[in-house]
T-cell receptor
Framework: AQKVTQAQTEISVVEKEDVTLDCVYE???????LFWYKQPPSGELVFLIR??????QNEISGRYSWNFQKSTSSFNFTITASQVVDSAVYFC???????????FGKGTRLHILP | NAGVTQTPKFQVLKTGQSMTLQCAQD?????MSWYRQDPGMGLRLIHY???????DQGEVPNGYNVSRSTTEDFPLRLLSAAPSQTSVYFC????????????FGEGSWLTVV
């Protein structure tokens, strides 16, 4: 069965600090996709990244970077030089080949303090 | 670009009442789904559909019905609302379920009193 665990319920950091959000997943499949979504205080869900299980290269997009490690079943998200606008709830999600479902973790609420 | 449109945005129901949350997408996506979001519980899948005429249960289907008569529409029905169904509901769609990015509607805030 699919499972996504985001152990950090809430994190607070001071602006300009780096912060890493953890995501650990479970799947019996060898073919799967992982996602990160952002939910700002306004409530909408914004797609950030999609990564398939065959591509373990880390990805960087501006201040955002993602570290995918199949050996530890983790897909962690790092924000460098955080800004107040990064304050949001961040969700990690998994879709494997057995199902057409996308399953989400419980989310991590990130507070960036000015 | 309309994308995924949900109505209503806010609704208050009395226990036992029925209602339908509407969801429409204009991207010709085959896959549509409904999630509910509750504090501390993340996004939980209620029902999903991989195409017109096909629906399946997600993680928390009890108390909800769906149908998919067209590619564009995927309504979520509460037949007899309960306070436990107070939540924020999100409709989402994608080209297909597996591996494709899903795009969400803006959410529907439902309160059952």
């Amino acid at each position: 069965a699919q499972k996504v665990t985001q152990a950090q319920t809430e994190i607070s950091v001071v602006e300009k600090e780096d912060v890493t959000l953890d995501c650990v997943y479970e799947t019996r499949d060898t073919t799967y996709y992982l996602f990160w979504y952002k939910q700002p205080p306004s409530g909408e869900l914004v797609f950030l990244i999609r990564r398939n299980s065959f591509d373990e290269q880390n990805e960087i997009s501006g201040r955002y970077s993602w570290n995918f490690q199949k050996s530890t079943s983790s897909f962690n998200f790092t924000i460098t030089a955080s800004q107040v606008v990064d304050s949001a709830v961040y969700f990690c999600a998994l879709s494997d080949h057995r199902d057409d479902k996308i399953i989400f973790g419980k989310g991590t609420r990130l507070h960036i303090l000015p | 670009n309309a994308g995924v449109t949900q109505t209503p945005k806010f609704q208050v129901l009395k226990t036992g009442q029925s209602m339908t949350l509407q969801c429409a997408q204009d991207m010709n996506h085959e896959y549509m789904s409904w999630y509910r979001q509750d504090p501390g519980m993340g996004l939980r899948l209620i029902h999903y559909s991989v195409g017109a005429g096909i629906t399946d249960q997600g993680e928390v289907p009890n108390g909800y019905n769906v149908s998919r008569s067209t590619t564009e529409d995927f309504p979520l029905r509460l037949l007899s609302a309960a306070p436990s169904q107070t939540s924020v509901y999100f409709c989402a769609s994608s080209d297909s379920g597996y591996g494709n990015t899903i795009y969400f509607g803006e959410g529907s805030w439902l309160t059952v009193v």
